[in-house]
């Protein structure tokens, strides 16, 4: 692997989008649990869920925050390293990204500081409509980015003049093959990554016999979701594999380390890919499999690495081992779902300590799982960084490798020392808990909304004395 401007202005990018994509997946959740909370608030009357919904609320101001500074850089890397590639799809990406700041970003802006600041403030409807209204808008913000993400993946709705693409069809644009199955997946892996936290942890507050009201809520409906969420997240998961297969055979290839397509595949469960030697090291797999799970048939067959020009192979190692690691934690979480869903039908989830033990410490598995779904998605489509338009090393700004590196060092740094920060604040907003009346008046306004997250630290930093 040459580290020349190219391939550091990827590893720039992956290691900033790595950070931004964590922080959007689980506010778009927790934004839809602030706001169910909210609900039965006013529909029960009781007051711990007004409390929980007040302490999960903290902790979205500084994900929130943390989301939107971490979004930001993504759009000047767009400018310094990849200006190429908005020359050529910026037509399309565009306004598409546009789509999202008039729909999306415009209702969160509306009713974002209602919901941060509301608190005692305005009338109660308003409050749980503006956190309603808040959890479509960044449902609406994941629909406009997968949309354009999709795109990338499988463009139609376009024309190519002089090696520009222009939009002919914008339904065909948005809704282009793979984006029913890349949304669907997307949009549940956020709800599944924030349930496990929310239920993670309820299980550290029952384990310290804290907030036991409270954690038991955040138990039941963080089990809850992944009872229902992780097996619906399989079937998608499989119907995304078929459409993948279709439209991007090279990466399913790379996913399942597949290279000779003359005989059925086999479920490779481990193996050294070698790219140089065109086959799998120590393998060890069950015949037939792999042919099942893509084809649906125990003998049929699929494109194999080796049909494909091996400057049209995605990197097969990166692939293979993401996909793994993020279909193992997808069983891990159907599995814990389950189990957890049968102990509640026992009434045991709240006294069987292993369980909640497991259960506390399992707060990084969606987020585990996001990443390397993303690896997958975004890994394995290369060459391409635009299919069948625009290859990557096509798509980079004529920029001195030493400047990208200097930039990325910094980004390193700065990402380092920010988002360590960010995490510890939020570690300490959760130590201290969801304390507090549930009705109560509150200090001085802020005057931006950003500064809910200064609000929200200031309250960590007092926890801790």
Request: hydrophobic share 50%.
């Amino acid at each position: 692997m040459e580290l020349d401007a190219t391939m550091l202005a990827r590893i720039q990018f992956a290691f900033t989008v790595s950070f931004h994509i964590i922080f959007p997946s689980f506010t778009i959740g927790l934004a839809a649990f602030i706001a169910t909370l909210l609900v039965r608030w006013r529909i029960t009357g009781q007051d711990h869920l007004h409390r929980l919904a007040r302490f999960w609320t903290k902790i979205f101001a500084v994900s929130f925050a943390m989301g939107v500074v971490s979004g930001i850089v993504l759009s000047y890397e767009l400018g310094t390293n990849w200006s190429r590639f908005s020359h050529v799809v910026g037509n399309v990406m565009g306004p598409l990204l546009g789509y999202e700041v008039l729909t999306a970003f415009f209702l969160e802006a509306s009713f974002l500081g209602i919901m941060l600041f509301g608190w005692n403030r305005v009338s109660p409807n308003l409050h749980v409509a503006s956190a309603v209204l808040v959890a479509i808008g960044t449902s609406l913000s994941a629909f406009w980015i997968l949309a354009a993400n999709s795109w990338m993946h499988t463009p139609t709705g376009h024309e190519v003049r002089d090696g520009i693409a222009y939009p002919v069809d914008w339904l065909a644009i948005i809704f282009n093959p793979s984006f029913p199955y890349r949304f669907s997946h997307m949009f549940t892996a956020a709800f599944l990554t924030t349930s496990i936290v929310v239920a993670a942890v309820g299980a550290r507050y029952l384990l310290t016999n804290r907030f036991n009201e409270e954690a038991r809520t955040m138990l039941r409906m963080g089990i809850g979701m992944v009872a229902l969420l992780a097996p619906l997240q399989l079937v998608i998961g499989d119907l995304h594999g078929l459409n993948t297969a279709e439209h991007q055979p090279a990466k399913v290839a790379a996913m399942e380390a597949h290279w000779d397509s003359s005989k059925p595949a086999p479920l490779v469960l481990f193996a050294l890919p070698s790219d140089k030697d065109e086959t799998n090291h120590y393998e060890i797999s069950i015949p037939n499999v792999a042919s099942y799970i893509i084809t649906h048939d125990w003998e049929g067959r699929f494109p194999g690495l080796k049909d494909f020009a091996v400057e049209d192979r995605p990197p097969v190692a990166p692939v293979f081992f993401a996909f793994r690691v993020m279909v193992g934690l997808g069983m891990l979480m159907i599995a814990g779902g389950l189990f957890g869903a049968y102990l509640w039908w026992r009434g045991r989830l709240f006294e069987a300590g292993w369980f909640l033990k497991a259960v506390s410490i399992s707060w990084p598995a969606g987020f585990v799982a996001i990443l390397a779904g993303w690896w997958v998605t975004e890994t394995g489509r290369q060459p391409w960084i635009a299919h069948g338009i625009l290859r990557t090393k096509d798509a980079a700004s004529p920029v001195a490798a030493g400047a990208v590196l200097t930039t990325l060092i910094l980004f390193v740094i700065v990402y380092s020392v920010v988002f360590s920060m960010g995490i510890y604040y939020i570690n300490r907003l959760i130590e201290k808990g969801p304390t507090g009346a549930a009705v109560k008046p509150s200090g001085g306004v802020p005057s931006r909304p950003l500064s809910a997250a200064e609000e929200a630290t200031h309250e960590a930093i007092e926890g801790t004395r």
